[in-house]
């Protein structure tokens, strides 16, 4: 919702916000494209610009995720991550700065474009935070005890399918990736300078599958750590000589392991799957680059379903496509 | 892991622990049973008592789960809960107070019976929470104007099933309750002074549909409510003279509800589900009562499996199970 | 797609068809009654008469779903069954059989009232349809020497939790049944002379849970039997001496029970699930009261989602629902 | 269950049977390989020939899979497959077609690649079959006038999903391929003449993905059918004069699609879905190369578990791998 409010000689004013940008107050440069088809009428919206992200004219009220401070347990690093409610509060932006203004054509391609590389990035990055989730799963079945069981066997073997899957998506799009774009009715068309578009549909499968599994995800590490992170002591009270002893006791659940290891790996468990940002971080991946009803928008028009009706068509004795009237 | 470490003439000291005790730092009295089978030689383990939760002798470690205070949005009451890890260190227990101790034939029962209701009390707690569920999900889709997009009904209707399911199952194992117990190999028998013991097979289908759902209602409730919740600005923000009306402008989704009723909607739908507590309720119904793979052993050991092949066997004409040798 | 084509002094004339009626061609009366409401300038729809299957004017034309014959291997029963296309040609029904004839009214409320005994009849027949496979599931595990094996009591417990809980939704939907039927918008109002009508969400949840399960069913029974069906060798090679001795023993898999035992629960087996009526047992069980969009609808328009959202605004502080204009 | 019987000086006699074998009375050779790792003592096992399939002292018990006959709706082409209990009746093999004879050393090895490429084969042969079985869909759907519906385009989404996944898993297990196999425990080593071998891992993921969701998919096509094809008139009813016109009327769903090419259609959806050999066929899918549990099996113990540890180690601030002792 961020439009041309005033063109001037110089620039123009745009007023409007983009809501929900990862990341946005930490960036260098914040990127405007539109993010739909446009239609004549709509040029004010075919805005395309970059300015800093701390330029006079933007406001951004942004939502940090941080992790609790750890004062005994360390880690080699802290995370966390942002997002921005990016307002543009008739911010002007000088002609240099300004790609699209009015062109309404490049509307629709802009969006397709940015949702497919997008899409394409969940088949890198989504396979990496698996290898995290089953590392975590992993590691929670041996502290527990477990990790030969045959329910636990299943459920890895589940994550490491969505995993491999995923970057398998990922690789025959980059693989099968030319300077073209899918245009549903015309099939692939040459488009841009050369650079590499990866392919749309296994961007687009991938994408879905590994988006749409994180729930699922965090049933199964649910499963296999059973009930310890819900009502895991502060550190605290781990810490505090009167109890420490006690709970260190009472908490350690394989004698093979150090208990300062386990209670090391139950916090970080913790940080990224009970924690005050582990919600907001599943709601990232689940609609990042597009929500499921989207993506299924996206699969069915970018696949050329009448090819597969010819194959039936073929065997089924009935008469061919292009014959029929 | 809790056992009477030493008998005296008055009564006995008990040592050791119980862990994700919910809520037993603000209850009068903590009743200790036994949780599984005991067999000769465990008789320091066949222990029952209550005292009070503040006894001499018993530490609690708790965790609270509370959410964010509100200055602004006022709700007409706070939400909060706590779970303990009670531990009893060297902790004198009075005769009068102690109902087993070292009886190890009564372990079973005890451990089956509070399992089963348990599990009964799913069948009302899960569908009540669901119906809060169902409410924040209507709300959602209606403030974001899908509320009769048919992938939006496709998933109220499955909330509506495993509430409704749940509560059949709860409302059938009460119904067809009895002075009963099933045992397997002897079917039911009876058992106690009289009172009604729900139907064991309808109380454990019902907590493992309800309690093994919850991850996908929470799926289902990211897919309706979009990326809102998550990034969605603190009370500080919205609130702010220079940032109110900007943000009350680009997150008003539907113009028919005022904004401010909009607002205190999202901060309620995150405080149950995209806080640092909502984390710990999901594993709370997840596991409570049994774990999946437990739920499994219950539900296919207290199944009479064989009365079923027998139908197989009268329909093939294979010899009836009595004759066989 | 069934109408009066002509009214008469003595009775009316009736042409159209009924399609996909189960047994059809074997009862004694067929009652023909409308499946949707209707509107003013429907009357020709609005019908409901009895008449035998074999009356003069109806052409059925019927597909029989018999197994194939066995000469060696007896089974006490055959089993099958057929369905109907009922084509009224011109049709000729007295008065005393008419029961309604332009009543547009009551189209609805037949139509709701088939479907809801229908759907009812599910938390019976369903479960004790479940009973069999469960017995199939539990002799092919048995006889392969898996009966034990994890992954198999999962699989058990799974049709166990289908089968209890469309009982126990059968079986609260009768014991909250009253001579009443839930109007969306109105709630319940009572209905009919008094007899009882089962309560219209639990018939609907069941229903759904059970008609919608038999895929997966027929997965577990494939993962649980292995290959073993899809090749059995035919009668005539088991029982030819040729082949016979080889035959029995390379397919025998549990030397504790009679190979003439294992072959007979095997053909049975396959009957039911490999046969070329059992596709069409999937497809009655899937469709047969509606199919899944349709219990979608019937679910979510018989439900009070409003009472749902008030508990919400009630904890969240919103502005109850009379008071917002 | 094949071994050596007997050697003698010309060759030798083997006993035993490959059952489950497809297409093999059809194949000009038999072509028989160990299929799990051997032991010491197991050198009878050790055993690996080639044979023509109609060889003497092969009895082959057949079971064939066709659809039938048609008279009227003719098709350009018959389907059918059989498979056979390949019986090795003391049969003669002699020293220049054996390949193996108790090197029990290679049995494994042997089992892991016929494994690999038959699993590898599922990545081309069943996106090949979604393609029709899409097609399936898609032709259904419009004739059923459903083609936009809601949730049919889920649903093609999701067969479109099942398809392009398990083809990028191939894709990427080829790309990947190398002269080498994995080894548990020592990771990819050099194997064989140098011929490719696909990687091992992507090669499980697809084929678990494709081959297990064969019941799903006939789900889907029986969803958006509808009971059509569960009843669908005998070939002779439709071509019956006095039947013919009013079938016609009553089965035509699209009229925009002449009759003829609807019936068509749905006998050819018939015979691979509701058939006497569509039952076999998802058999063949679910299992061929290896059920559900054996890829569970695969593909956790072909899956460097411990580098994922190992993340979350260094994310925890755990101690590394290799300094715990």
Sequence with gaps: NLWVHYKKHDGIIVRGSKVHISEASISDEI????????????????????????????????????????????????????????????????????FLCGE?????????????FHRHSYSGCKPALLDFVIGLAGLAAEINGIEKAPHVREMLSELIMTGELGYAAGYT??????????????????????????????CNVGRCLTGEAVYHEQEILCNIAGGLPATFPYEKDLTNPETKALLEKYLTRNPK??????????????????????GSMLYGSYHGGG???????????????????????????????????
Aim: net charge negative.
């Design 173 to 202: 799009a980059s693989d099968l990736g030319k300077p073209e774009v899918y245009v549903p009715g015309l099939g692939f068309v040459p488009y841009g300078p050369g650079s590499c578009i990866p392919n749309s549909i296994y």
């Design 31 to 98: 990127l405007v494209v539109p993010n739909r088809a446009l239609q004549k009428g709509e040029e004010a919206y075919a805005l395309c610009f970059a300015v800093p992200s701390d330029y006079e004219g933007i406001k951004q009220v942004v939502h940090f995720h941080n992790f609790r401070k750890r004062e005994h347990y360390q880690k080699p690093a802290d995370f966390g991550y942002t997002d921005s409610y990016v307002i543009f509060d008739d911010c002007f932006v000088p002609w240099d700065r300004v």
């Design 291 to 325: 929500s499921p009803i989207m993506e299924q928008i996206a699969i069915t028009s970018q696949y050329d379903l009448e090819s597969k009706k010819d194959i039936v068509r073929a065997i089924a004795g009935m008469t061919p496509r292009q014959k029929r009237k």
């Design 104 to 116: 309404t054509q490049h509307g629709g391609i802009a969006a397709l474009l940015f949702a497919l």
């Design 257 to 278: 392991i150090p208990t300062e290891e386990q209670i090391k790996f139950w916090l970080t468990f913790i940080d990224f799957n009970l924690s005050g940002s582990s």
